[in-house]
């Protein structure tokens, strides 16, 4: 490993045992090989899922529980890499992943963040629907507001300095911190948003998830969004 990866890999872990050590195997098959993992361990004994990779790649923040939020940020705080992949803990990825965002980010100094088509699984990773696939290539912020277009957060890479200057993640989000972090680094400057249109993320869903209470998340929106749209 290089002092400092291209590519540090954000997984905001609490309590989720059962679908992490998948996700982190699924990074481990990434044919990009420069990457390290920041996992935000969790506060009981199933931490030792997450601690049972450690490794010089593979780092375990332990902090009480403070939600995703502050979860994920204390992830891209320590993060070294020039790039910052998000994985949630029950998400998966296709092994081109985080070489095509690479080679986008690349190629494209305008781009700050990328994201990827994706498809929808359960919670023994069986196929719930054909792949959700990005509608244009380029995004301004106001584009992300239209459709809630980026999806899941496993489908985005960001440049990390652009993510840094947008400021912290809102804490008092639970369910939409990710895309009005994602919101704001986009309005930094125009079209700075490119999608691929493979689908090279797979979203769980599974009761235990918070995007499961639909009424709680259309509450969380008109407050973090609605003066905006």
Known sequence: MTPSPRVTVVIPHHNG????????????????????????GSVDEQRRTALAFASDRIRVLEQANQGPAAATQAGIDVARGEYIAFLDQDDLWHPHKLERDVRLLDMHPSVDITFCGYQMIDECGRLLAPPHVPRA???DASDLLEDF??????????????ARQAGPIDASLRRFYDFEYFVRIASRRPASVAASHESLAWYRR????????????????????????
């Open 17 to 40: 045992a059962p679908f992490l050590a998948d996700a982190l195997r699924f990074v481990e098959q990434q044919r990009w090989r420069d990457w390290e993992i920041v996992d935000d």
């Open 137 to 139: 290539e380029r995004f």
């Open 149 to 162: 277009c980026i999806g899941p957060t496993a489908t985005v890479t960001v440049r990390a300095a652009a």
């Open 206 to 229: 599974h009761p235990g998830q918070l995007s499961a209470d639909v009424s709680q998340m259309r509450m969380e929106w008109q407050g973090a969004f609605g003066a905006m749209v």
